[in-house]
Nanobody, 124 residues
Framework: QVQLVESGGGLVQAGGSLRLSCVASGRTFRRYTMGWFRQAPGKEREFVAASTWSGSTAYADSVKDRFTIARDTAKNTVYLHMNSLKPEDTAVYYC??????????????????WGQGTQVTVSS
């Protein structure tokens, strides 16, 4: 099994930045597909960003050119750098991992392990 521990959420003003961290344990991190999702009250969980085994990345159109996903293999950690934050970015952000082959990185059902979520609030 894999355990994911998230941190870095908080309250920021519109236009500000945050860095979320997700530390993984239990398996070989370098072979995980890692994803970030978010969910606002009353909304469906939506894809934000992903990093595959091969090192490729993917982003939702709503965050492209503002958010960056990065991995530190030595620390078993994946990061989400969030810049130019907007009030509509307010949500609980979840880290997710898959130790199997992933057909589509944007689908929540592709991931077997999830973190507890961390709250990001952007004020206007």
């Amino acid at each position: 099994q894999v355990q994911l521990v998230e941190s870095g959420g908080g309250l920021v003003q519109a236009g500000g930045s945050l860095r979320l961290s997700c530390v993984a344990s239990g398996r070989t991190f370098r072979r995980y597909t890692m994803g970030w999702f978010r969910q606002a009250p009353g909304k469906e969980r939506e894809f934000v960003a992903a990093s595959t085994w091969s090192g490729s990345t993917a982003y939702a159109d709503s965050v492209k050119d503002r958010f960056t996903i990065a991995r530190d293999t030595a620390k078993n950690t994946v990061y989400l750098h969030m810049n130019s934050l907007k009030p509509e970015d307010t949500a609980v952000y979840y880290c997710a991992a898959s130790t199997a082959v992933v057909a589509s990185v944007v689908l929540p059902e592709s991931y077997h392990y999830w973190g507890q979520g961390t709250q990001v609030t952007v004020s206007s």
